[in-house]
């Protein structure tokens, strides 16, 4: 079926470290793509999004990269620092009317000190 | 805070029990959507509404589950003799018309005993 999923359940870095979290897509439909940050305990977060006529986007310390190619996301955070520990989802969106996002299964960042 | 809110936060119940949470979505974002959370896994999709109109539909959402927005305004999710494997975090999210992503709020975890 179409999914959104990420490559690795896990990451740990370095305070200070660039930090980089993947997803691949299955949906070449998708018309958006958004990364979410999620703490413990609390609902998911907006951090940044990406259109797909777009192949890069920069935040504040965050860039997203798509490549529509290998159907591949990526989240890239600069000197990432202890408060970035969370789980980060990327999910797709199907089209501009704001219908269901879909989300995959979640990275976790683990960053010490 | 302006954001979502969803009461109520944390709730027990015996298996076989109705519940009933409810979501303020933001002022006057039009749409209001419902996910579910287990533990690990990413949000699943549930069911959108655009002001008092419930547009889609998961195959998740059983017959024991409805959802209601009924001045377009708030919303609330029952579902009706819960079981064990309903427990998760029952999340709600709101977007502005035309927007892509949504904005969630803290969730309701239900536990079924």
């Known amino acids: 079926g179409e999914s959104v999923g990420l490559h690795l359940p896990t990451l740990s870095v370095q305070e200070g470290d660039n930090s980089i979290i993947n997803c691949a897509y299955s949906n070449s439909a998708s018309d958006y793509f958004i990364w979410y940050k999620q703490e413990s305990g609390k609902g998911p977060q907006f951090i940044i999004d990406?259109?797909?006529?777009?192949d890069k986007r920069q935040g504040q310390r965050v860039t997203v990269l798509l490549n529509k190619t290998v159907k591949h996301l990526s989240l890239q955070i600069a000197a990432t620092q202890p408060g970035d520990s969370a789980v980060y989802f990327c999910a797709e969106q199907r089209n501009q009317a704001g219908t269901a996002l879909i989300f995959g299964k979640g990275t976790t960042l683990s960053v010490s000190s | 805070d302006t954001g979502v809110s969803q009461d109520p936060r944390h709730k027990i119940t015996k298996r076989g029990q109705n519940v009933t949470f409810r979501c303020d979505p933001i002022?006057?974002?039009?749409?209001l959507y419902w996910y579910r959370q287990t533990l690990g896994q990413g949000p699943e999709f549930l069911t959108y509404?655009?002001?008092?109109?419930?547009?889609?539909k998961s195959r998740l959402l059983s017959d024991r589950f409805s959802a209601e927005r009924p001045k377009g305004s708030f919303s609330t999710l029952e579902i009706q003799r819960t079981e064990q494997g309903d427990s998760a975090m029952y999340l709600c999210?709101?977007?502005?018309?035309?927007?892509?992503?949504?904005?969630f709020g803290q969730g309701t975890r239900l536990t079924v005993v």
């Open positions: 990406i259109r797909s006529n777009m």
């Open positions: 509404f655009q002001n008092e109109a419930q547009l889609e």
């Open positions: 999210a709101s977007s502005p018309g035309g927007a892509r992503g949504a904005f």
């Open positions: 002022s006057e974002h039009n749409r």
